[in-house]
């Protein structure tokens, strides 16, 4: 009988623990599916939430990037130098989940 009570148990344990990790889980995968795009350009204006780049493809205009907190920067972007900038789309606003400053060529190799 107390064997059978904890067969019971153990299974009513695994069941309450169960729904939480296929929650986690299901969260995880939804943020992984979220489909990121990669551009280049030059930096017009940069603010510490937000930064607007001129981009080098034919049909790219001016984008506005929000930066967040967890967005991972490499080198330090500034008003005129070339940036690639990894994003995803959240409603209406362009997220950067990477921004990679490129170094500025010396004077004399331009």
């Not at 001129?54 to 049909?59: D, L, N, T």
């Amino acid at each position: 009988m107390a064997r059978a009570a904890f067969t019971i148990l153990a299974t009513f344990g695994w069941l309450a623990v169960l729904p939480a990790g296929v929650a986690a889980r299901h969260e995880q995968r939804a943020t992984m599916l979220v489909p990121t795009h990669a551009v280049r350009g030059i930096v017009r204006a940069i603010a510490a939430s937000s930064m607007t780049i001129a981009g080098c493809g034919r049909k790219t205009g001016e984008l506005t990037f929000v930066l967040l907190p967890a967005t991972h920067r490499e080198g330090l972007p500034s008003v005129g130098g070339t940036v690639s900038v990894r994003y995803r789309r959240e409603g209406d606003r362009l997220v950067a989940t990477a921004i990679s400053a490129q170094p500025e060529k010396p004077q004399f190799l331009r």
